[in-house]
């Protein structure tokens, strides 16, 4: 019988860290055969940070604002996660672009969640410019970083029905939890 040992992931974040939560949660659960190995933030003070800290997993933080440049900050922020030797790297809820040359070594084991249903609305704001384009249907996609912001190719994506009623608030909030399963699907 062979040994299977877990997929190493490294987690990138900048905010909160809910699909962080949702991958350690499954994680925890056995339901996701991951080491979480480190997560990693360009803001020191990110909640997810927290998070991840109160689960046991390491951390670093590196403020960009002490870096000449864009390249020189994602070369030094990406060997430190390759110092923790993961097989995968998740961007969830990382509000960077990645430089073309620092990303370059990580091209097809690096994933992002994007919350919209790509090609559409990539960058930020996605619900309220859902919901101003008059769609009828929103979502998340799934897909592989490259250097072209929300461009990759997508892996995987999740929808809901746009209701009458709901504000960009309502709309992320009922999102959320679809966005939350579909990472852990794809991871």
């Avoid at 990693?40 to 670093?60: H, K, M, P, Q, V």
């Avoid at 370059?104 to 309220?128: C, D, E, F, Q």
């Avoid at 190719?153 to 959320?176: C, G, H, K, M």
Wanted: include cysteine; hydrophobic fraction near 50%.
């Amino acid at each position: 019988m062979i040994e299977r040992r877990a997929l190493r992931i490294a987690v990138l974040v900048s905010g909160r860290g809910s699909n962080l939560q949702a991958l350690i949660d499954a994680m925890q659960a056995g339901e996701l055969p991951i080491e979480i190995v480190v997560v990693a933030s360009n803001r020191i003070a990110a909640e997810a940070l927290r998070r991840a800290e109160a689960a046991g997993i390491a951390t670093f933080a590196l403020d960009p604002a002490g870096y000449a440049d864009r390249l020189d900050y994602d070369r030094e922020f990406l060997t430190r996660v390759a110092g923790y030797a993961p097989d995968l790297v998740v961007l969830a809820g990382f509000m960077r672009v990645i430089d073309r040359t620092a990303l370059s070594p990580w091209v097809g084991r690096m994933i992002n969640v994007h919350p919209s249903l790509l090609p559409k609305y990539t960058g930020l704001k996605t619900h309220a410019r859902a919901l101003a384009a008059g769609d009828a249907r929103h979502g998340a996609s799934v897909h592989y970083v490259t250097a072209e912001l929300d461009g990759g190719p997508v892996i995987a994506q999740i929808d809901l029905a746009i209701e009458a009623s709901d504000t960009p608030e309502s709309l992320a909030t009922r999102l959320l939890s679809l966005e939350h399963r579909l990472l852990r699907q794809c991871v």
